[in-house]
């Protein structure tokens, strides 16, 4: 009668899952993505034979993280989705729909990401943990904003507001006050964005904090052009070109030399207007940005005018 080798029992095969795994996540730090997806793979199907659910959720977890590492949004959308599924304690669920989220947004999926976010959030919620209830309620805004739910982004960026100032998150309060002002400022209430932008600056500039000082004056000049003071505008303008150029941020100043050529044109200094602008299609064309396009049109606008 021939031998045959006996089956491992299920605790061997969860032990023998949770070594492959621990191997895939070792080797996913140290960038060696192949081996380490071939790993996360073998440990996925042990854990699924051992009917372990933490175990199964955490491999497609992982499949997910190195897939999102090497662009592979749409099958590491479905790991995750794989493993919301296996997933039973709500620290882990929360986190996964969190990552969910976020590769649909890579996707420009933007309602089926903010449906993500929201679950994560009301996991979140539930944990009471407040510093990634207002990471994600910034992130829902963010995605409403872009929409133009205007109101809607609002409402999110003042709870994560409110909760960035209960848990001292100040360089995640620094960056809401421009973000919130941004969007009172979509719905036309200027005065109350414009006093939001001035407490934000006072704040980035107490705290040294350049790259936020530099948005948040660029849209405290959008503001004022938007109530006719140009001549405070341009003023921020170029205090704001030169934060970005300082920092070396050719996308914000090529943004900003964009709407400073705009201004100046609109004053009656058409000359000075058309070569701010061209320097930002300069800027823009090295950049490979898509606002190259629109910068080339208002440049020739102007120029035929």
Do not use: C
């Amino acid at each position: 009668m021939f031998w045959r080798k006996p089956e491992k029992t299920v605790d061997e095969r969860r032990q023998k899952a949770t070594d492959i795994f621990n191997r895939a996540k070792i080797l996913f730090e140290k960038g060696e993505v192949d081996a380490a997806i071939s790993l996360s793979h073998a440990a996925r199907d042990l854990f699924e034979s051992a009917k372990d659910a933490e175990g199964l959720g955490r491999a497609e977890d992982l499949i997910g993280d190195i897939l999102t590492s090497i662009g592979q949004y749409s099958y590491a959308e479905k790991a995750y989705e794989r493993a919301t599924v296996a997933f039973k304690a709500p620290e882990d669920d929360a986190e996964t729909f969190r990552e969910l989220a976020e590769v649909k947004q890579f996707q420009g999926k933007r309602e089926e990401a903010i449906e993500s976010y929201q679950k994560a959030l009301a996991l979140y919620k539930k944990l009471n943990d407040q510093i990634h209830i207002a990471q994600i309620s910034r992130q829902i805004a963010y995605l409403l904003y872009e929409q133009e739910q205007w109101a809607e982004a609002e409402k999110y960026y003042r709870e994560a507001l409110r909760l960035a100032d209960v848990t001292g998150a100040q360089d995640l309060k620094d960056s809401m006050m421009l973000e919130i002002g941004n969007a009172i400022a979509q719905q036309g209430r200027l005065d109350e964005a414009r006093q939001i932008f001035e407490q934000s600056a006072s704040q980035a500039r107490a705290t040294h904090d350049s790259d936020t000082l530099a948005d948040v004056l660029h849209s405290l000049a959008v503001t004022y052009v938007a109530q006719g003071q140009r001549d405070r505008a341009g003023a921020l303008y170029e205090e704001s070109l030169k934060l970005n150029q300082a920092s070396g941020d050719k996308a914000g100043i090529a943004y900003t030399l964009y709407e400073m050529g705009i201004n100046s044109a609109e004053q009656g200094k058409k000359d000075e207007g058309v070569k701010l602008i061209e320097q930002s299609v300069t800027l823009y064309d090295e950049l490979g940005a898509a606002e190259v396009e629109l910068a080339r049109s208002t440049l020739a606008q102007y120029k035929v005018d």
